[in-house]
């Protein structure tokens, strides 16, 4: 049988806002291992995200919080067949892994929100396939300029296209 701790669960990364700016958007990259096959079924392990004013308002429980505010990321999701025997297995060879890599865009984090991303097993009621994360990346958080940044973006925009049309004609 498959040994207790590897039937449910999640783990999670969880980053604070500190730049004095709303980001919106990121990207995630991680690389998914198979340490324990199992015959039972296919296993799915979702990835998750959240962004809450402090990590308290998940009850600092990443894995029962509730179902309603997380936001799935199929593209970040790793489904994995069953195997053909009960057992350990080296999740370091290609055969027992896969990197996986998505952008994630529309998540607004204000200035001192945090962002917990959780990946996931759901409770199935059945022995799954041991999984495990490795090598995290998390990059390119977008920041959304600030409205004066914006406008003077616009106007050196204006400008250029003023100065081109005049000498263009």
């Given at each position: 049988?498959?040994?207790?701790?590897?039937?449910?669960?999640?783990m999670?990364?969880?980053?604070?806002?500190?730049?004095?700016?709303?980001?919106?958007g990121f990207?995630?990259?991680?690389?998914g291992?198979k340490?324990y096959?199992?015959t039972s079924?296919?296993?799915t392990?979702l990835?998750?995200?959240?962004?809450?004013?402090s990590?308290?308002?998940i009850?600092?429980?990443?894995d029962?919080a509730?179902?309603g505010?997380w936001?799935?990321?199929g593209?970040?999701g790793w489904?994995?067949?069953?195997g053909?025997?009960?057992?350990?297995?080296?999740g370091?060879?290609?055969?027992?892994?896969?990197?996986?890599?998505?952008s994630?865009?529309?998540?607004?984090?204000a200035?001192?929100?945090?962002?917990?991303?959780?990946?996931?097993?759901?409770?199935?009621?059945?022995?799954e396939?041991?999984?495990f994360?490795?090598?995290?990346?998390?990059d390119?958080?977008?920041a959304?300029?600030e409205p004066?940044?914006?406008?003077?973006?616009?106007?050196?925009g204006?400008t250029?296209?003023f100065?081109?049309?005049r000498?263009?004609l």
């Amino acid at each position: 049988g498959q040994p207790g701790g590897l039937k449910k669960g999640s783990m999670g990364l969880i980053f604070q806002n500190n730049t004095g700016t709303t980001l919106t958007g990121f990207d995630v990259g991680y690389k998914g291992e198979k340490w324990y096959q199992n015959t039972s079924g296919d296993t799915t392990l979702l990835f998750q995200y959240t962004i809450q004013d402090s990590f308290a308002d998940i009850n600092s429980d990443i894995d029962r919080a509730g179902a309603g505010i997380w936001t799935d990321v199929g593209g970040l999701g790793w489904n994995v067949a069953a195997g053909t025997a009960n057992g350990w297995v080296n999740g370091s060879t290609a055969a027992n892994g896969t990197n996986i890599n998505a952008s994630v865009s529309g998540a607004t984090l204000a200035d001192g929100q945090v962002l917990i991303m959780r990946w996931r097993i759901p409770l199935s009621g059945q022995n799954e396939n041991g999984l495990f994360i490795d090598d995290v990346t998390v990059d390119n958080l977008v920041a959304i300029p600030e409205p004066a940044t914006m406008g003077l973006v616009v106007a050196f925009g204006g400008t250029i296209l003023f100065i081109r049309r005049r000498f263009m004609l």
